[in-house]
C-alpha cells in the first residue's frame, strides 16, 4: 500500500514563499516519477510540475516555470515543490502523485498517476 502525505501548505502573501513536501511510504519510491498538481475551488485539477525518477529531469507548466522547483531525496523517499514570488491564481489545493511513467505527456496527465495524496491547501493574498 502506497501512501502519500502532503506538508507545508498555509496562508502566504503576494511575492512570498511556500515549501511543499510530500514523504512517500510503501512501494519503491525511486523507481516513480512523482508529480505535483493544483485543484482551485470550481475548476479541474491541473499540472503543475513533475519529475522524473532520478530526479535529474524536471518539467513545469508554463504558469510556473521560473518560480517553482520540483526536486526530490529518493534518500528521504520524499518530494518537494519550492514555490517563490507567489500569485493569488496560485492560490489552490495542491496534491502530490506518484506514477509508473517517467516523461511527458504522461507524467503531465491525471489519469496517468497511480498514487496521490490527500492535497494541502495553499493560499495567497493579494
Known amino acids: 500500500q502506497v501512501q502519500l502525505v502532503e506538508s507545508g501548505g498555509g496562508l502566504v502573501q503576494t511575492g512570498g514563499s511556500l515549501r511543499l513536501s510530500c514523504a512517500i511510504s510503501?512501494?519503491?519510491?525511486?523507481?516513480?516519477?512523482m508529480g505535483w498538481f493544483r485543484q482551485a475551488p470550481g475548476k479541474e485539477r491541473v499540472f503543475v510540475a513533475a519529475i522524473n525518477w532520478s530526479g535529474g529531469i524536471a518539467y513545469y507548466a508554463d504558469s510556473v516555470k521560473g518560480r517553482f522547483t520540483i526536486s526530490r531525496d529518493n534518500a528521504k523517499n520524499t518530494v518537494y515543490l519550492q514555490m517563490n514570488s507567489l500569485k493569488p491564481e496560485d492560490t489552490a489545493v495542491y496534491y502530490c502523485?506518484?506514477?509508473?511513467?517517467?516523461?511527458?505527456?504522461?507524467?503531465?496527465?491525471?489519469?496517468?498517476?497511480?498514487?496521490w495524496g490527500q492535497g494541502t491547501q495553499v493560499t495567497v493574498s493579494s
Open positions: 502523485a506518484g506514477s509508473k511513467y517517467n516523461t511527458l505527456p504522461k507524467l503531465g496527465q491525471t489519469g496517468e498517476y497511480s498514487y
Open positions: 510503501g512501494r519503491a519510491f525511486s523507481s516513480y516519477g
